[in-house]
């Protein structure tokens, strides 16, 4: 049963095709290589290749629905392409009797060579048969035994450690380090009402230990395989994710996973529940708008719904059906481009939520974040307060059309520093307790994150949804829940707009800045990057 388990319902990956046409028993580099290169009119790089087949034993040990016994089968493939060890299906022994008779038993193929024995007792007893294993990489029971022990210990090491985390990363990298801040490190958890604790678990101490762990780790390892969980614990932000597989929660035990999850939901804002819009989008689903005509006059006709109606999500959802169902009525437009991808998808979505609220302002396309010259940072998209003449930053994004691997670093551990430095600023500028919002946006996938510090150096950041982006009318049926999603995070940025107001208005008053709070001690800037070597620097 085991070795004829197939992969199934995996199609949105194409780096999966080879193991979903292929059971268990049949999946060995060597045959994949030769699958490759069968379906391309030239040979590709064996790096290439080697890269791309231990990509997809990743995917699969992170896969949910396949079963552990396929996972640690393709942590053993791995282990194979970082080694010496071949994978082979051959078996060689040699038994031999007496002096003469030798037994090769490989594929197939026996030589023997037969003398009888003297018919002695002593002769028996020199007679006995020896066998001597030469070479056998097919598993008996004992081996069965010990592989599972081995397996089971090797479980037990964080799967980052051995696993290439950005197998794409084929060129040489660096980590950079910049106003490192390691001296005031020691007073981190020096007092104890400056400690995250929950449930009179110390979480402040958990992370602070797996930075020290992990800035010993990053001195032996390459710097191209470092995960992203573990590049921005460097950089003293530390994500939380109700999957715990993209969480630090990860080296954490599993009752302290649990105990976090309830702080990665809405909190006490649930958004007003839509009158119609579900049902409206249901039924454009069912019965889309046949041409551009009919489709504007459906539109006009639920915008004036919604509005007498006063019902946020119905608004919001008539507002953007009114801007994207004309052009969805043709088929879907090529989104190829980020700008294109930007144009069609995300700007009716953040237009509509963002505009809705008289102290937020939007500013698109690669627009400076900061003039700082450590961090200078340029946001595809960003939300900001401006009281008076002070301009604050309170939501960023980052966009890409299609999932990519990142050959630098990953969008994710971008947004999450220009989130970070806007968080310092804030506080700089006396805002209290503020949180920061950001948004990736990656094909049809969007993920909100909140980022606050309830400790220092800790840069606390929170996966607060992670939903599927519509494409299509036989998608549309997702738009209110993107809205709903969006206005939450749209009352979080409300709420830190409106202390930016009263930190603004209050220097006017006394003449400077509020105490900050939380206190500048707790603020981070410390900065690590991973980055390329120029060739002109390699040996």
Not at 383 to 391: A, D, E
Not at 413 to 436: D, E, F, H, R, Y
Request: aromatic content about 8%; proline content about 5%; charged content about 25%.
């Amino acid at each position: 049963m085991y070795d004829s388990f197939e992969l199934k319902n995996h199609t949105s990956d194409p780096s999966l095709k080879y193991f979903m046409e292929r059971p268990i028993r049949k999946w060995s580099y060597k045959d994949f290589e030769s699958a490759v290169n069968k379906s391309k009119q030239r040979t590709r790089s064996s790096t290439k290749t080697k890269n791309d087949y231990l990509s997809a034993m990743n995917n699969i040990q992170n896969l949910s629905d396949v079963p552990e016994y396929v996972k640690k089968e393709a942590r053993r493939l791995s282990s194979l392409q970082g080694s010496s060890e071949k994978e082979s299906n051959n078996a060689i022994f040699n038994i031999t009797a007496n002096d003469s008779n030798v037994i090769n038993c490989g594929t197939g193929t026996y030589y023997t060579g037969q003398h009888s024995p003297p018919n002695t007792k002593e002769t028996a007893l020199k007679s006995t048969p020896v066998l001597t294993h030469v070479n056998d990489e097919h598993d008996n029971e004992k081996e069965d035994e010990v592989q599972d022990k081995e397996e089971d210990e090797e479980d037990e090491i964080p799967s980052d450690l051995t696993i290439d985390h950005h197998p794409h990363r084929t060129c040489e990298y660096t980590l950079t380090y910049a106003e490192s801040d390691e001296a005031s490190t020691s007073t981190e958890t020096d007092k104890d009402d400056s400690k995250w604790i929950i449930d009179d678990t110390c979480i402040s101490d958990l992370c602070f230990k797996l930075k020290s762990t992990t800035s010993q780790i990053v001195k032996h390892a390459n710097p191209a395989q470092i995960s992203d969980i573990r590049i921005l614990v460097l950089n003293d932000i530390y994500i939380l994710d109700k999957n715990s597989a993209f969480s630090v929660t990860k080296y954490f035990p599993d009752a302290i996973h649990t105990t976090l999850k309830p702080t990665l939901f809405f909190e006490t804002y649930v958004p007003t529940k839509g009158l119609n819009c579900y049902d409206w989008c249901l039924e454009i689903e069912a019965y889309p708008p046949v041409d551009w005509s009919s489709s504007l006059s459906l539109c006009a006709e639920l915008l004036t719904t919604a509005c007498k109606s006063g019902n946020l999500l119905d608004m919001h959802t008539a507002q953007v059906l009114t801007q994207i169902l004309p052009v969805l009525t043709n088929g879907p437009p090529d989104d190829t481009t980020e700008d294109s991808y930007v144009h069609y998808y995300l700007s009716p979505l953040l237009s509509s939520v963002f505009a809705s609220d008289s102290r937020l302002k939007m500013k698109w396309a690669n627009g400076q974040l900061n003039y700082d010259t450590l961090n200078a940072f340029k946001p595809d998209f960003s939300v900001y307060n401006l009281s008076g003449s002070t301009k604050c930053v309170v939501l960023i994004a980052e966009f890409k059309p299609k999932e990519q691997n990142s050959y630098i670093e990953s969008d994710l551990v971008k947004l999450a520093k220009q989130m970070k430095s806007t968080l310092n600023t804030l506080i700089i500028n006396g805002v209290s307790k503020p949180k920061v919002c950001g948004i990736q946006c990656e094909g049809e996938n969007v993920c909100t994150y909140t980022m606050d510090l309830p400790s220092p150096k800790l840069y606390r950041m929170a996966n607060v949804s992670k939903i599927k982006l519509f494409k299509n009318l036989d998608q549309i049926s997702l738009l209110p829940s993107v809205i709903t999603h969006l206005l939450y995070l749209k009352t979080v940025a409300s709420q830190t707009a409106s202390k930016i107001e009263t930190a603004v208005l209050s220097k006017y008053n006394n003449l400077k800045r509020p105490a900050p709070i939380p206190p500048l001690d707790w603020l981070s800037n410390r900065s690590v990057t991973v980055s390329r070597i120029p060739k002109k620097q390699k040996k």
